[in-house]
Nanobody
Framework: QVQLVESGGGLVQAGGSLRLSCAASGRTFSRYAMGWFRQAPGKEREFVARISPGGTSTYYSDSVKGRFTISRDNGKNTLYLQMNSLKAEDTAVYYC????????????????WGQGTQVTVSS
């Protein structure tokens, strides 16, 4: 089992940057692919990015490609999301999730979730 805790959210102006972190408990972090999702009020949970267990493969939604970077440090059991050139439409609660297997962008195939961290981008 994996427990996940996100941090790093906050209020930032459009064009600014934030780095989210997701700390994982347990010794099996490196066995899981990890993803970031977000959910804005009244909207469905949306895929943002995913990274393979070893960190060699990454995937991004078209809406964040070129602006966001997902990375992980398996030695520290931590997942990151560097967010640059933020836009008002990036405002949402951001969640990290662990996946043993399944589709990259389908949140239903992720096994463990954090509690979320709020990101608000003012225009």
């Amino acid at each position: 089992q994996v427990q996940l805790v996100e941090s790093g959210g906050g209020l930032v102006q459009a064009g600014g940057s934030l780095r989210l972190s997701c700390a994982a408990s347990g010794r099996t972090f490196s066995r899981y692919a990890m993803g970031w999702f977000r959910q804005a009020p009244g909207k469905e949970r949306e895929f943002v990015a995913r990274i393979s267990p070893g960190g060699t493969s990454t995937y991004y939604s078209d809406s964040v490609k070129g602006r966001f970077t997902i990375s992980r440090d398996n030695g520290k059991n931590t997942l990151y999301l560097q967010m640059n050139s933020l836009k008002a439409e990036d405002t949402a609660v951001y969640y990290c999730a662990a996946q043993s297997e399944g589709y990259v962008s389908d949140y239903r195939t992720y096994d463990y979730w954090g509690q979320g961290t709020q990101v608000t981008v003012s225009s």
